[in-house]
């Protein structure tokens, strides 16, 4: 199921995001569009996010900054990014959540031989 595309209402979009049930949510909030080299090489334009993905950071305070996925959080379509912390008042550091949106794919984690098959195109 097609979450954004159903409407170009901005407050019919941000309604059924927010009303649909978490396992439609899950599978498509946690995308995000490759680089230039990596659309050129797999002939697609985005992929779900897992841990391990490099990312870089394109808009906001950290834009620039580049990172390994640490963390997802599905519900909520945000992600952590290893290196990317605020410090608290009380003393100590806490990883900042960034939506997916935010961010570009810059590498790959291929450990996993059905994710590689998958996007080379091969069954």
């Not at 439609?24 to 090489?41: G, H, T």
């Not at 519900?75 to 997916?100: D, Q």
């Amino acid at each position: 199921m097609k979450l954004s595309r159903e409407s170009s209402k901005p407050v019919k979009v941000r309604k059924r995001l927010l009303l649909s049930p978490v396992r439609e949510k899950s599978l498509d909030l946690v995308r995000a569009p490759f680089s230039s080299d990596l659309k050129s090489k797999y002939g697609k334009n985005s992929v779900r996010l897992r841990i391990g993905d490099s990312v870089k950071l394109i808009t906001g305070e950290y834009s620039g900054v580049e990172g390994k996925v640490q963390k997802l959080y599905p519900k909520e379509g945000r992600l952590t990014l290893e290196g990317v912390t605020r410090e608290k008042i009380a003393g100590g550091t806490t990883a900042i959540r960034i939506h997916a949106s935010n961010v570009i794919v810059t590498g790959l984690n291929l450990e996993d031989k059905f994710r590689r098959l998958k996007l080379e195109g091969t069954s």
